[in-house]
């Protein structure tokens, strides 16, 4: 088992509302990424935080956003909930030259 | 554009028997090239990386993967398949280079090992 934990791991919402999705890094990680993994799909980066500022973007609109503490951890936000938005969301956190940890996912149903 | 491709949706083995799960794979530069190993309502674990050096790379469980720069592929193999190894296995690309935390993933393979 990973380091990297994430809360809730499920959840249902409503179209049209707001979610808010926590994801605690492995000690010794400063840099913490978040991917959506769609039904039968891959996992697709959304974007990464490091040492509190986002520090790339996938193809994703303006309501995905996040946030990283001084401790590391971090924040996924997802405003305006769409049917398309449900899906497996995965932290992974990693510091200087380490590949990618994960935990294991917040399951986002929107109904 | 990076991307990588897993041209097989499943792969069915007998315990016992080697295994090979194929991914090719695109990207302008050197390629940065991982495998990560899916369970049932798990998170992605971390299997083995091609970042530089010898063509043969050892990871973890048994699993090895060869790079092959010719043909743009990078195989994830087995000599000897166990049940338990069966599970969804994706094949990745960094984004950014040594920096290995921003990954692009193929579709996945999901493997079946049968007793």
């Known amino acids: 088992e990973t380091g990297v934990t994430q809360s809730p791991t499920h959840l249902i919402k409503t179209r049209g509302q707001q979610v808010t999705l926590r994801c605690s890094s492995q000690?010794?990680?400063?840099?913490v990424s978040w991917y959506q993994q769609a039904l039968g799909q891959g996992p697709q980066f959304i974007f990464q935080?490091?040492?509190?500022?986002?520090?790339g973007r996938g193809n994703f609109p303006p309501r995905f956003s996040g946030l990283q503490f001084p401790n590391y951890s971090s924040e996924l936000n997802v405003n305006a909930l769409e049917l398309d938005d449900s899906a497996l969301y995965l932290c992974?956190?990693?510091?200087?030259?380490?590949?990618?940890?994960f935990g294991q996912g917040t399951r986002l149903t929107v109904v | 554009a990076q991307s990588v491709a897993q041209p097989e949706d499943q792969v069915n083995v007998a315990e016992g028997n080697p295994l090979t799960v194929k991914c090719t794979y695109s990207?302008?530069?050197?390629?940065?090239l991982f495998w990560y190993v899916q369970y049932p309502n798990r998170g992605l674990q971390f299997l083995l990386k091609?970042?530089?050096?010898?063509?043969l790379v050892k990871g973890s469980y048994g699993f090895e993967a060869e790079f092959n720069k010719s043909q743009t592929s990078f195989h994830l193999k087995k000599p000897s398949a166990l049940v338990s190894d069966s599970a969804l296995y994706f094949c990745a690309v960094s984004l950014t280079g040594p920096r290995v935390d921003k990954l692009i993933f193929g579709t996945g393979t999901r493997l079946q090992v049968f007793p």
């Open positions: 990207v302008s530069g050197n390629p940065y």
């Open positions: 000690s010794g990680h400063n840099t």
């Open positions: 992974a956190s990693s510091g200087l030259n380490t590949e990618a940890f």
């Open positions: 935080y490091y040492r509190e500022e986002e520090n």
């Open positions: 091609y970042i530089t050096g010898d063509n």
